[in-house]
């Protein structure tokens, strides 16, 4: 019974055309991701940094739910961290707090990005929390500050997203700390109350928090990352009519996205950084590309029926 | 609307574990297959190779329904013996005539299959028509005969099915041409009035045709294709009683199937030769295998649940 089940499933066209779509899915998918391997993810660093682009290498993960799990994450940038050191590559890291544990406990999280954070700082990498949806904005922002300030690790800054509306007083104390923030529209999925629903506030929100943080540079440090042209022609403009200097500011952009624009800026002498994901994780991640961009959902939908 | 769909696809946890469990399957079936593109094939011949193992190997794919398809499955067998020429591998090819269009028409099936013996013949390669399921069987006997008597080709052998209750008569015939065949169980779902039901009857006629096959080596040689530890004791016993000349056999097994026995019967000193499959159409192939034998399947689900 069951050999004849599966040899009718060997047999049936629409069974082999499914799986050919779900496998084909899976290559569209990984065009946004380096690889799902760390030596996939070295590769491709090597490949972006000789065309004169700096790095920040994230390993795809995001809810973990068992503590034992934080372990291989915490071993995984380790060896990156090695990595990047023995090739001396032009890269940082980039880290969820979700992946370290926080949904297990605050505590196990924060040993866990301490001991990330150590191993960084004696290697000279800079790190950068990545900033996940509402729920963990302001617990994201705790942990921040209090690696940074009571753990004193200066290499460590994170992420704020223009879609809250939280985001706008955020900016202005963290300018006042002095902090390195990078600085996107957001990926998730937000109640209302909270956050813009109308992408033109959205964009103008953007566009004010940066003209107000790049004021505040070298002091503190925006990382620009975005895609939206508008955006970094704006961008482009403040910089030269603030004489933003050089190491208060960086753009930075996705793998796989706009890498015509992203090795453009950086021959115009502009710092540009591509966040470089690997593992194999890569489904929610590739789920916010499609939703952010609709040229990567129809890309996406193309591919698949052109078989 | 459809990003909130997809940001909602995004973080749900059934969706994430689901399509984890589905690429994790990919990953399973790849074990049966040396990789979806043909250096990755070429690889794991020469691994193989050092090990004294001979190979054959499997461009995979079958049931095409378009002309124009067909001939980039030409195009890759040519490269492919160009490869083989090129690195010295110990290699022969497999193929299928639905793969080269046999579904489309039996002319275009017959141009392809003379294109790549041609070329093989010129690169002293062996072909092994592979054979599919009983509604081809007659289409394959005969297209086989007509490459090897009327266009003369040297180089060509075909399989032979115990499942089938015709092939005790087919093996008669081929016996009296000298034809090089590889015995096989069988792997296709067949109506009970044209083939064996029961395993133990299957196995029966598996091993009643080889003892009469190998008499005649070497005008004619057996290639015995089975994982069965029973019947390749026995072929062993007849091979030493009937004193069966080293040309006139061979071992054959699939790539990820038993690899220590494959390993131990080159070593004892039998021609032993691993089917190594490649490509991106893998998947009906790994459906056949999950049905021929229970421990793959078990060994499958095992993986998956281990999530």
Known sequence: MLRKLLLY???AGWARRLTTQLFLARRVALR??????????VAATRTLNRAGLAVSL???????LHADDTKAVVDTYHTLIERISADRLDASISLKLTHLGLDISEELCLLNLRHILTNAK????????D??????TEQTLRLYRTVRDEYDFGNVGTVIQSALKRSRDDMRQ????????????GAYLEPPHIAYADKADVDKNYAEIMEDYLQHAPRSRLEIATHDEKLIKRAEHLIGSLRVPVDGYE?????????????ELAAAGYPTRVYVPFGEAWYPYFMRRLA??????WFFLRSLLRR
Not at 122 to 129: E, H, L, Q, S, Y
Not at 174 to 185: F, H, S, V, Y
């Open 122 to 129: 004696d290697a000279d990498i800079p790190v950068t929390i």
């Open 58 to 64: 994230d390993y795809l993960g995001e809810s973990v």
């Open 32 to 41: 946004f991701v380096a690889g799902e391997t760390l030596d996939d993810a």
């Open 9 to 11: 499933l060997a047999g």
């Open 131 to 136: 900033m996940e949806g509402s729920d963990y």
């Open 174 to 185: 963290l300018a006042d700390e002095g902090a390195r923030i990078r600085l996107c529209k």
């Open 292 to 297: 952010e961009r609709p040229a990567n959902l």
């Open 251 to 263: 753009f930075q952009m996705l793998y796989g996205v706009r890498g015509a624009r992203q090795a």
